[in-house]
């Protein structure tokens, strides 16, 4: 069985109907997960790479949780942005990662173009930096986990606090713990462990984890700055074994 099928799709935008290449939910299953839920794949095909899908007529590109509909004015805040510069190009079919990169990229415009969301906005700049991760390519990667967590904190503000979204919360400490900002990271964390209303035990887990890493990484690094590196039977191996061969 092949991993792509084709589904029929009736853009928003132009009202065209188009076919786009999507997953079969058997190769979804990843065989890892990072701690922020990027996944990976033993098949060629990575389901990430066509979550966007891609308008060829117009070029608006959405998500499955992107607006239902579009207004008037919002298709003409299309057209003026982007819809009058595009060339007629067809994404789908299989992609390629630089494929994907284009078709998250032009969601991220679309959606800006037509106000959505800030949550589905916050979706599309993680999976940006999940693909940059999957290139190696950590300064992009981290440019947009900045976006997205902004993004994630703008959600938060508008409708967290009411829902006691656990996972929301964890998202925004785990994001700022992979750019580097720990304090903030932890403050998140201890959010989710500390209140008495959140019972999602596995982002309460989650979160005690994380919190646990951020210390022990904090203590690493103090004891490397301040050479007091503990002294251990592997490293007096290791030194002996240098010494005789030299």
Same mark, same amino acid.
């Given at each position: 069985m092949e991993p792509l099928y084709q589904s029929k799709i009736e853009c928003i935008c132009c009202e065209k109907t188009y076919m786009t290449s999507r997953v079969r939910p058997s190769f979804k299953k990843a065989t890892?997960?990072?701690?922020?839920?990027?996944?990976?794949y033993k098949t060629e095909v990575n389901p990430d790479f066509y979550v966007v899908r891609v308008?060829?007529?117009c070029g608006f590109a959405s998500t499955e949780n992107?607006?239902?509909?579009?207004?008037?004015? &919002? *298709?003409? &805040?299309?057209?003026? *942005?982007?819809?009058?510069?595009?060339q007629k190009q067809d994404y789908c079919g299989q992609r390629s990662a630089k494929q994907a990169m284009t078709?998250? *990229?032009?969601?991220?415009?679309?959606?800006?173009?037509?106000?959505? *969301?800030?949550?589905?906005?916050?979706?599309?700049?993680?999976?940006?930096?999940?693909?940059?991760?999957?290139?190696?390519? &950590?300064?992009?990667?981290k440019r947009f986990l900045r976006f997205a967590l902004q993004a994630y904190i703008r959600v938060y503000e508008?409708?967290?606090?009411?829902?006691?979204?656990?996972?929301?919360?964890?998202?925004?400490?785990?994001?700022n713990r992979r750019i580097g900002e720990d304090n903030d990271a932890v403050r998140w964390f201890s959010r989710v462990v500390n209140d008495k209303k959140i019972v999602d035990a596995a982002m309460i887990r989650a979160s005690r984890e &994380?919190?646990?890493?951020?210390?022990?990484?904090t203590e690493a690094r103090r004891l490397r700055s301040s050479g007091d590196i503990p002294f251990s039977e592997n490293s007096a191996e290791e030194d002996k074994s240098v010494s005789t061969s030299a």
């Open positions: 890892k997960t990072d701690s922020d839920f990027c996944g990976y308008c060829p007529n992107g607006l239902e509909r579009l207004n008037d004015q &919002q *298709k003409k &805040q299309y057209h003026e *942005k982007i819809g009058s510069q595009w078709c998250y *990229k032009l969601a991220l415009l679309s959606a800006q173009a037509v106000g959505e *969301k800030d949550r589905v906005l916050a979706g599309i700049l993680h999976h940006i930096g999940w693909l940059y991760r999957y290139e190696s390519n &950590q300064n992009e990667e508008a409708e967290g606090v009411a829902l006691n979204n656990a996972k929301l919360m964890y998202l925004i400490g785990e994001l &994380q919190w646990q890493l951020i210390r022990e990484e």
